[in-house]
């Protein structure tokens, strides 16, 4: 799947579809640099499940769940962590894949800790706009 944006809500959109498709269990590597709109594109895909409460990032509190949706959903943000171990203590590891949806901020950061069948979605700068790439890994 490949999404052309001109703006927000645009990205807003491409991810209210994609969460029409997701899975419990499913986990979701969002990719892109500083501002690219790995959170707004989260953003979307919890509209897109339903979630009501508001959806902000979750760099400081590394992961963020929200329960009011279709399905658990689980936004989780690595900028923050130094080593892949801190993904241990702060329970992530073990919980990735399991019940609900997980979106993944600056998963490439540690590239060895997601599940085989994630999928990448790639978001990048193109003028004004993004493209959105949605992949199986
Ligand atoms: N399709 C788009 N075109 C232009 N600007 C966008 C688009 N989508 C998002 N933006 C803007 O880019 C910024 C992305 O921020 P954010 O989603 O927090 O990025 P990230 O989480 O990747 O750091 C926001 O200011 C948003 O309004
Ligand atoms: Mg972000």
């Not at 929200?66 to 590891?93: K, Q, T």
């Not at 600056?106 to 992949?135: D, K, N, Q, T, Y």
Request: net charge negative.
């Amino acid at each position: 799947m490949k999404f052309h944006c001109v703006d927000a809500a645009a990205l807003h959109q491409a991810g209210e579809q994609l969460a029409a498709s997701l899975c419990a269990g499913d986990v979701v590597l969002l990719e892109g640099g500083l501002g690219a709109g790995k959170t707004t594109f989260a953003q979307g895909i919890a509209r897109g499940l339903g979630v009501t409460e508001a959806v902000t990032s979750p760099t400081y509190a590394i992961v963020n769940e929200y329960m009011s949706g279709r399905l658990p959903l689980f936004h989780v943000d690595v900028y923050r962590l130094e080593a892949a171990d801190e993904l241990v203590s702060a329970g992530i590891a073990e919980l990735v894949g399991e019940s609900g949806v997980w979106l993944v901020e600056w998963a490439s950061r540690f590239p060895g800790a997601w599940p085989e069948s994630s999928l990448e979605v790639r978001i990048r700068e193109v003028g004004e706009g993004r493209v959105v790439e949605v992949l199986g890994r």
